[in-house]
């Protein structure tokens, strides 16, 4: 039961009465309306916790549209604008370098002009690219719009996983922060379906109209901003207590909860003399980390870059190069082949939304290190046949093998190390160095992205494709080891009780810190700072 508030004359609108205290007759009526309140009011929160969340992820489409389409539209710029395998790896690449630099600026304009209008602004440059690279006449105007999109794209890819972690509850925020991956992978299989649907028209005119597309959920962003509030704790930070509170009333079950939640940001965004006192500069903080800090650096910049440099950009964006090297002939049957990797790819991170907050973080993370380490080995072994089984068996047994192998990777990368690092790297660092610290991880992602996605076609002359994945292969198996050493669970706990688990300095490869160890941990927190 929900404690009651207490005025001057003992009681006030949010006390609760003994049972004893009420009239016997109605009590039963009265409990049941209340329960029936109680229950709609939650829905109603949900929704609204929900919908704020879904449009926060918008921004993820344009990444995962961009990633899409880029790999069947760069065939038809290939014949229309005669570009060299060099310029078509810059091309292909370069998004994912200059995002770092959206991502690092969004971390400092997050801070300064707020969550949702620093989305919004990422929105309108990635509108200006997206439209110079649809009337782009040459590579180097080409080049330009891509360069523009990319900063865009970092913006909204690192803000929106930081709002929605600030505006979640605990119990849902591994599904909530886990949207602008679903997000991605729509985007992903949207940009597959475009190729395929555009594919139809003259080579001047389809690959144009595939970029031109991705406009249309910037247009939507636009309109989220005016449904979204601002993120409570980002207006903790700015001193702006009454307007976080509104916001806390609209997401909290209770004038309770909200209290408690102002409580626990005001403690984490160091507004109490006593921890501002001792606050370093952010950046300071990251360069000359304190052992926590440090733990955290490793876990969330550290998934960030092994979800990258095992490959899965490279497999999205050359997959029809993939395919081809597999025996696939026509531009159609490739097309029509990466919307099958786009489409497991979608089915697969709804399964993973749905036990993220249930199974936790680590478990999945485990299945989806190990089945992707398998699914690349055995993509290297199906783009090897073509080469050393030639006539011991239909070409058709290696490009199946090949298909089935891509969409197992995809599938496995989408159950545990595509949401999850969205969500690791949103909710494992403190609410002084969330935002920076978000950014510096999406800069060790992106670097790994670019590198890989820049270098894949000129490796594999060297290695061959085949060769390339079993190199993916091995990285991947280091990640299982990553993951074992590095990660901790954090289902179920509040950003705080994360951040005091970081700080206790415990071993969490046998077992997790529990709730429990955490709640007392925050008590005693309390009681020195009260001290102090």
């Known amino acids: 039961m929900a404690e009651a508030g207490v005025a001057a004359n003992g009681r ?31 829905r109603r929160i949900e929704r609204f916790v929900y919908t704020c969340a879904i449009f926060a992820s918008l921004n993820a489409i344009l990444l995962g549209y961009d990633v899409g389409v880029m790999s069947g539209a760069i065939i038809y710029i290939q014949k229309d604008l005669h570009i060299t395998e060099f310029q078509e790896e810059i091309l292909v690449g370069c998004l994912s370098v200059v995002s770092l630099l959206g991502s690092l600026s969004g971390g400092r304009t997050s801070d300064a002009i707020g969550r949702k209008w620093t989305m919004g602004l990422g929105a309108i440059v990635f509108q200006i690219g997206a439209a110079i690279m649809t009337f782009a006449p040459s590579f180097t105007v080409l080049m330009i719009g ?27 925020r591994g599904t909530l922060t886990s949207l602008p991956e679903i997000c991605i992978n729509l985007g992903i299989l949207l940009g597959y379906v475009s ?21 249309l959920p910037s247009v939507f962003i636009g309109f989220a901003l005016f449904v979204i509030p601002e993120s409570p704790r980002w207006l903790m930070m700015e001193k702006r207590v009454p307007e976080a509170r509104a916001v806390l009333l609209q997401i909290s079950e209770s004038e309770a909860e909200v209290e408690e939640r102002l409580a626990e940001i005001e403690e984490a965004a160091g507004l109490l003399k006593s921890m501002k006192s001792e606050e370093k500069a952010v950046w300071r903080e990251l360069l000359n980390p304190s052992p926590a800090v440090r733990r955290m650096l490793y876990a969330g910049c550290g998934i960030q870059m092994f979800q990258q440099i095992t490959g899965i950009d490279a497999t999205v964006y050359y997959s029809p190069a993939i395919f081809r090297d597999a025996g696939i ?48 080995f055995l993509l290297g072994i199906a783009l090897s046949l073509k080469k050393h089984a030639l006539g011991l068996m239909s070409p058709r047994v290696g490009i199946d093998l090949a298909i089935f192998a891509v969409c197992g990777n995809v599938a496995f990368f ?17 609410l002084r160095l969330r935002a920076q610290a978000s950014a510096l991880g999406q800069v ?18 060297v290695i061959s494709v085949a060769g390339m994945f079993f190199v993916f292969a091995a990285i991947s198996t280091t990640s299982v080891l990553f993951v074992y050493f590095c990660v901790p669970e954090t289902k179920g706990k509040t950003l ?37």
């Open 444 to 461: 060790g992602g992106r670097v790994s992205s670019g590198l890989v996605s820049m270098s894949f076609l000129s490796m594999a002359r």
């Open 146 to 172: 891509r360069l523009l999109a990319g900063v865009g794209i970092g913006f909204g890819a690192m803000v929106s996983a930081v709002y929605i972690a600030e505006i979640s509850p605990a119990a849902a």
């Open 329 to 376: 002939k026509s531009d159609q049957e490739l097309l029509a082949a990466t919307v099958a990797v786009g489409f497991t790819k979608t089915v697969f991170i709804l399964v993973a939304i749905f036990l993220i907050d249930k199974v936790g973080r680590k478990p999945l993370l485990y299945v989806s290190t190990v089945g992707m380490t398998i699914c690349l």
């Open 12 to 42: 006030n609108k949010y006390t609760v009465l003994h049972r004893s205290d009420e009239p016997e007759l109605d009590a039963g009526s009265e409990g049941q309306r209340k329960s029936s309140a109680s229950e709609s009011e939650r």
């Open 414 to 430: 989408s159950i545990g190390m595509g949401p999850i690092c969205w969500v690791l790297s949103s909710e494992i660092f403190p």
């Open 496 to 532: 705080e009780q994360i951040e005091i688990m970081f700080e206790c300095g415990k071993e969490w490869r046998g077992g997790e810190i529990e709730l429990d160890d955490t709640q007392k941990l925050i008590q005693g927190d309390k009681k020195s700072l009260s001290l102090g």
């Open 195 to 215: 190729n395929y649907a555009f594919s139809g028209f003259s080579e001047h005119i389809n690959w144009r109209i595939m970029l031109g597309v991705g406009i």
